[in-house]
């Protein structure tokens, strides 16, 4: 519009001229009214709003800027409804038979008003400059991110004049009502003033729009069911809340643990961590009471609002169950089979071990291991999902076998004995008398006799003398010599263990045992 204004100034002053300033001037006053119906409108819209919602701190705040923002502009335009009527008086008036301005074409007396003495610039221009720019800086300090255009601008704001030799070393009084004929000047006033109403449109709009805007709309809602545990034993109760939840889905919120971001999907937060008692100590009933710290945020017009939580948790120290046949102690150099479980983390529980003075040989299924201590007391230690335990067991020796000696499958009757010419075979065997070390460590309760002495005596002599390292044997060479009164002695010197990996080792405190068979 201002360019349009500019053009018709470079034109001829004639009274068509004259007309169209005039109609251009009407024009733009009609529109300043039903701009300023608007606004009214849109203010009187944020009141009614305000009331409905409560008149809450926040709407009433921006209540207050509309108003100021509509006293800004009451205060400009009629300020320049005042300058427009002293220039329309300056310069003749009206006249009163047709109502037209008796000084249309004067620009004299304009720029005399306007511009003031040439080179002084203290015309009435210079002050509308600055209550202008006054009023530009106050609308733009009413809300965040408002950046209200400049509205009195030099010549060099421009494109259209910044090369232009006439123009574009005028400041913002001279590019307006330098040699501008009244009625041109009038229809630069009303353009400026309509900026000015713009100004307050923009200003009005976006604080209306923030009205309510701090409220969050929850516009999801869902079905929510919190258990007290998803485990439930048999014959107990199962005990849960149900209720309804909302979310916003125009909101996104921000969430942390503890000051730790926390994955967000949906408007719900996944919370997921590993319990540890800590520093806090089990009670008795071996309970630490323990707590996380949460908050949510979210933006809203008037900044973050952030909301906290303290959410409180007990941790329950796992019991560590262990299960085998020889549970108040493992035997040494044995595979003792142990089932070690933590029934508290149920499906979760996924072990590691490790031994101390023994092996430990972990099975097939979870918690399954093999643990051969090498001395006492052994130690091993189960962790899984963060938690771990040191276990203690004693460890004691094995079960020392009794030796016997067999002939033609009976044991031998070492106060009888046997008529000559005696047994023509003999056994001997290591057999486990420890009833529960032979049941629940059958691979480790394996003796074999590896070094034998037969020998036929006679009064104080040797006879003859038979050597085995087996447990079989064929003693016919010492029986063809055997005669009423002598005896058969039989020295047991070395037994040997072997172990559920086939390994053999040599068993202490035996000694040397010693067996006679008299021959009758």
Known sequence: ??????????????????????????????????????????????????????NREFDVSVLKKAEQAQKLTVDITSYMDK???????????????????????????????????????????????????????????????????????????????????????????????????????????????????????????????????????????????????????????????????????????RMSKDGSPVKVENGIGQIEFTANAGQAEYDAAGNAKKSWNGSISISTPRGDTTLTVKTEYVVVKPVVKVESGAISALYLNCGNELNITIPALGTLYDPSFAGENAEVIKGAKKGLVTVVPSRGPAFITVSSTGYSEKLQFKV???????????????????????PAPGPRSLQVKAEVTDESFKNNLPKDARFRVTEWVVTLARGKRAIGEQKFSGPEANISNLAAQAQSGDRLVIEVKEVKRMNFKDQTESVNGLGTQIFTIPIQ
Do not use: C, W
């Open 83 to 253: 300058l427009r009527e002293e220039l329309i008086q300056y310069t003749g008036g009206v006249d009163k038979k047709d109502g037209s301005y008796i000084g249309a074409k004067d620009y004299d007396k304009v720029m005399a008003l306007m511009l003031g003495p040439e080179g002084q610039k203290n015309g009435k221009a210079y002050e509308l400059e600055k209550k202008l720019n006054e009023y530009v800086d106050a609308m733009s300090k009413l809300d965040t991110g408002l950046n209200i255009e400049k509205i009195a601008k030099p010549a060099t704001a421009y494109k259209e004049f910044r090369e232009n030799e006439d123009q574009k070393n005028k400041d913002f009084a001279q590019l307006n009502f330098d040699q501008t004929p009244l009625v041109a000047a009038l229809a630069v006033m009303s353009q400026i003033k309509s900026e000015a109403v713009r100004a307050e449109t923009t200003v009005i709009e976006r604080l209306a729009a923030k009205i309510g805007a701090d409220q969050i709309k929850f516009d999801k809602i869902m079905a929510v069911v919190s258990p007290e545990s998803k485990y439930i034993a048999a014959g107990t109760k199962y005990i849960a809340t149900m209720f309804l939840a909302a979310s916003a889905s125009k909101v996104t919120p």
């Open 396 to 418: 004691k020796a094995v079960p020392l076998p009794a030796v016997r000696i067999y002939s033609g499958g009976k044991e031998v009757n070492q106060k009888d004995g046997y």
């Open 1 to 54: 519009m201002y360019l349009v204004l500019t053009a018709l100034l470079a034109l001829q002053v004639s009274n068509a001229v004259l007309e169209k300033f005039i109609f251009i001037d009407q024009s733009l006053q009609h529109a300043i009214t039903i701009a300023g119906g608007s606004n009214e409108r849109t203010f009187e819209g944020i009141k009614k709003k305000v009331e409905e919602q409560g």
